[in-house]
Every structure is written in C-alpha cells, then in structure tokens.
C-alpha cells in the first residue's frame, strides 16, 4: 500500500521521489530533482531508500552552501582516501517490502536501483559511492560490474572487507 510521503521507485525507469498525492490510482511524485512527476499506481514501488537519499540530500546541499562564492578546489590523492563514501545497500528486502517477486524481477529492481544512485552521483559530483550487494551467486556482482564498466570516468573494484565483508563493490567516479 502506498501513502502520501512514501519514498517510492518507479519501476523501469531511474525516477524516485516523495508521495505528494494519490487520485484515482494515479501517483504524484516529488522527484529528488523538484519535479512533480505522475504514474500509475502499478508502476511505482514503495522502497526503503529515504535514508539514503535524505543523506545525498544533505550532504548535497551541505556542498552547495559551502562552495558559494568560492573557486572549486582540486583533492588530492591524500585527502581523497578521508572522502566518506556513500553507502547504497542493495539487498532487495532493503529496496522494496514486495514479498513475492521472482529473481528476474528482484534483479531489476536492485540494477535500476544502483542505475539511478551512479547517474545522481555522477550527475551532482560525489565522488565515492559503496554498492552493498552481498555474496550470493554473484550475478547482481557481474551485473553491476556489467554497469560499471560502460562509466568512462568510473573506476570500480571490491570494497574493504574488513568493513563490508565480500559483499560489497567501491567506486570511484573522476571528476573533469
């Protein structure tokens, strides 16, 4: 059941946002890019995903108050190893409370997820993201990997596993 302030996905699109209204099993969507956007009901899924984009968010908008009125600054490789990373967990039961999807489903969710998280990376010039993806059979691995790599100014490889386990990929965008 969806509500009205529910963070939620659209499903085969890299689109999510706040609940603003429902009419007649039409969503109104306020996307984190201010956008008020429209869908029906089938194709939304109420996700687990508000804490991390309220993070992106703050952190965002922490920068942009920051870097008003100065010159933009070059990181170093030193200071760059401080940059926190932002986490992005990817197992499914942390995206979605849909019980009964099957694993096609299930994987698309997860890729569409990751998808959108590296393009508003990218897209707002954060520069380290962790991708939590577990062990498993490693197809969501491959299929990230897959991603990745199609990312010129993306660099990508296992995580510290003192802190994630083997479940988790780094990555690293460049900045130009």
Excluded at 71 to 92: M, Q, T, W
Excluded at 115 to 136: S, T
Aim: negative net charge.
């Amino acid at each position: 059941m969806i509500n009205v302030g529910d963070w939620v996905e659209v499903l085969d699109e890299a689109i999510a946002g706040f609940v603003q209204n429902i009419e007649n099993n039409v969503v109104f969507i306020e996307t984190s890019d201010g956008f008020l956007m429209s869908f029906d009901v089938s194709e939304v899924v109420k996700t687990g995903s508000e804490e991390i984009s309220v993070k992106e968010n703050e952190i965002i908008n922490a920068l942009r108050e920051k870097s008003v009125g100065k010159k933009p600054k070059s990181i170093s490789k030193k200071r760059e190893k401080g940059v926190p990373a932002i986490e992005i967990d990817l197992h499914i039961e942390k995206l979605t409370d849909r019980k009964h999807l099957d694993n096609f489903d299930m994987l698309n969710i997860q890729m569409d997820t990751a998808r959108y998280r590296l393009e508003h990376a990218i897209k707002n010039r954060i520069q380290k993201l962790v991708f939590i993806h577990g062990i498993g059979e490693g197809v969501l691995k491959a299929e990230l990997n897959t991603l990745f790599s199609r990312y010129e100014q993306v660099n990508f490889y296992e995580a510290n596993p003192r802190k994630y386990g083997y479940g988790a990929t780094e990555v690293f965008i460049s900045q130009k």
